[in-house]
T-cell receptor, first 116, second 111 residues
Framework: NAGVTQTPKFQVLKTGQSMTLQCAQDMNHNSMYWYRQDPGMGLRLIYYSASEGTTDKGEVPNGYNVSRLNKREFSLRLESAAPSQTSVYFC???????????????FGPGTRLTVL | QKEVEQDPGPLSVPEGAIVSLNCTYSNSAFQYFMWYRQYSRKGPELLMYTYSSGNKEDGRFTAQVDKSSKYISLFIRDSQPSDSATYLCAMIGAAGNKLTFGGGTRVLVKP
């Protein structure tokens, strides 16, 4: 049981390049999330997927796109990377139900992205 | 102004001391309150969660919520060097599925 896995662990891009960050979970969770973490800013939600087949914008969606490929996988794409997207990206999953249960999120190890 | 405020620290204490962490928030709709621990270069891991006002204890950790003051706390008793990490508070509304995080407090426990 690996939990939440992310690839790659590190990436350096040039401005304008594109890339996809991959995330997978093996806990049969419904919901998945992408966050970015910047010094002093905490974790900010980029996009989330409450269930397979749905995606919604979070707090900072500009410059990103997502795909919920199936229940296990949720990818984040940067179409044209900018230096402002230099950050640490975390994927998370949760067994969220619409009944209002506590949303315990389980995080992956993160991807450190630098855009030059 | 951020919805959730947390002192960034660092908070440096000697081994065995009590660590006291807190967050203030502005959204009265928050119902569930959590504390995550994040070691350097790792993802956050859930430490404790509480519902509404009150105290919750788990080993050396105690979480407190005061909804009337919009203030939550985490206390770590008998702190150990292995408690050195960044502690993030997080909160969510009753029917929501999106967490709002504080900026995190870095804690250093010196042997």
């Amino acid at each position: 049981n690996a939990g939440v896995t992310q690839t790659p662990k590190f990436q350096v891009l040039k401005t304008g390049q594109s890339m996809t960050l991959q995330c997978a979970q093996d806990m049969n969770h419904n919901s998945m999330y992408w966050y970015r973490q910047d010094p002093g800013m905490g974790l900010r939600l980029i996009y989330y997927s409450a269930s397979e087949g749905t995606t919604d914008k979070g707090e900072v969606p500009n410059g990103y796109n997502v795909s919920r490929l199936n229940k296990r996988e949720f990818s984040l794409r940067l179409e044209s990377a900018a230096p402002s997207q230099t950050s640490v990206y975390f994927c998370a999953s949760s067994p969220y139900r619409t009944s209002g249960n506590t949303d315990t999120q389980y995080f992956g190890p993160g991807t450190r992205l630098t855009v030059l | 102004q951020k919805e959730v405020e947390q002192d960034p620290g660092p908070l440096s204490v000697p081994e065995g001391a009590i660590v006291s962490l807190n967050c203030t928030y502005s959204n009265s709709a928050f119902q569930y309150f959590m504390w995550y621990r994040q070691y350097s270069r790792k993802g956050p891991e859930l430490l404790m969660y509480t519902y509404s006002s009150g105290n919750k204890e788990d080993g050396r950790f105690t979480a407190q919520v005061d909804k009337s003051s919009k203030y939550i706390s985490l206390f770590i008793r008998d702190s150990q060097p292995s408690d050195s990490a960044t502690y993030l508070c997080a909160m969510i509304g009753a029917a929501g599925n999106k967490l709002t995080f504080g900026g995190g407090t870095r804690v250093l426990v010196k042997p």
